[in-house]
């Protein structure tokens, strides 16, 4: 899908096609959204601004040189987001923003909800920014995706109070119930690692995007005060969540091994009873294996009291171990 926005006033104007005369072209396209593009979308894009757009494939390279470079005039900038699927698990997708003098390309193969947000907030007029090139475009996108990976970092350190209460204070009244409430918690904490994971390496590429776009210099750049604001805040924040993000995932290997060193108790126990059990038994089999050989010189075997002589030894050997 192919999605053109021009500038209107305050506010972006999705347009249905590309201008074919000069004077539909007074407000020109500042902006092309390609999200699972076809090869008509992707060469319709290349011949309007005499680039080439990255493939998938490309995209995803995980060397910085594939993903942040400049090529025919235009700079190229791809980072990993992070993305909820339907089923709630997390997944990663590449961005690709391309700039090319006052226009901004994004490329895409996976819905990102921030971008719809930004698109929502940015199609009514007074919403307080000015889209004069496709430079505050991006870096709009950008802060959409970093308020989105906050709420996600709000919600999984929420979560992982709840979970934390869950390991220390639970109260199951049954041994076998508690272990399955742990192990339920294993689960539980593997996947705010997943999630944690995936928003700390969002947040790294983040940075490098907004750190390489911020040291481009070049005839014909100058960056505006508000866009050079935006990217020292961009900055800050990418570092504060990162390292609120690393915190959370100390916390949740903390909380991973308590977990395991609770269920070692629990396991500890159970090994308890079994050998309290073989310490009571030991003594009264002994007894009963010495009058089980049958040896002719054995007095008791004659005598009337020697069953219950040795019943009783045999408890006499299980308590006074027990007591002890």
């Known amino acids: 899908m192919l999605r053109m926005f021009v500038r209107e006033t305050d506010r972006l104007v999705l347009r249905e096609s590309l201008p074919e005369t000069l004077a539909e072209a007074v407000n020109p396209v500042i902006w092309y959204d390609?999200?699972?593009?076809?090869?008509?979308?992707?060469?319709?894009?290349?011949v309007a601004l005499g680039l080439s757009v990255p493939t998938r494939d490309e995209m995803e390279e995980i060397e910085l040189?594939?993903?942040?470079?400049?090529?025919?005039g235009a700079n190229f900038m791809t980072l990993t987001a992070l993305i909820v699927t339907d089923g709630g698990e997390p997944g990663k997708t590449p961005i690709t923003f391309i700039l090319k003098d006052k226009v901004l390309v994004t490329v895409r193969y996976a819905v990102a909800r921030?971008?719809?947000?930004?698109?929502?907030?940015?199609r009514h007029a007074g919403n307080g920014q000015i889209y004069s090139s496709g430079e505050p475009i991006m870096l709009g996108l950008i802060e959409a995706l970093t308020d989105r990976l906050a709420d996600i970092l709000e919600r999984v350190g929420n979560e992982i109070d709840v979970i934390s209460r869950s390991v220390f204070r639970g109260q199951s009244s049954s041994a076998q119930?508690?272990?399955?409430?742990?192990?339920?918690l294993i689960e539980q904490l593997g996947q705010k690692g997943d999630f944690l994971g995936g928003?700390?390496?969002s947040m790294v590429s983040i940075s490098r995007l907004v750190t390489y776009h911020g040291a481009l210099e070049g005839p014909g750049r100058k960056p505006t005060k508000e866009s050079r604001q935006m990217v020292k805040l961009l900055q800050r924040d990418a570092v504060s969540l990162g390292d609120h993000a690393t915190f959370l995932s100390g916390k949740v290997n903390f909380l991973l091994d308590a977990t395991l060193g609770l269920i070692n108790?629990?396991?500890?126990?159970?090994?308890?009873i079994f050998t309290v059990a073989s310490v009571v038994f030991l003594p009264p089999t002994l007894v009963a294996s010495v009058y089980g050989m049958n040896f002719e010189a054995m007095p008791e075997l004659q005598w009337h009291l020697g069953y219950p002589w040795a019943v009783l030894l045999m408890i006499a050997s299980a308590a006074l171990p027990f007591y002890f």
């Open 34 to 46: 390609l999200l699972n593009p076809t090869p008509d979308e992707t060469r319709q894009v290349e």
């Open 65 to 72: 040189s594939a993903r942040l470079y400049q090529e025919n």
């Open 114 to 122: 921030p971008f719809d947000l930004f698109v929502a907030r940015a």
């Open 177 to 184: 119930k508690k272990t399955n409430d742990l192990q339920s």
């Open 199 to 201: 928003v700390r390496e």
């Open 265 to 272: 108790l629990e396991q500890n126990q159970i090994i308890k």
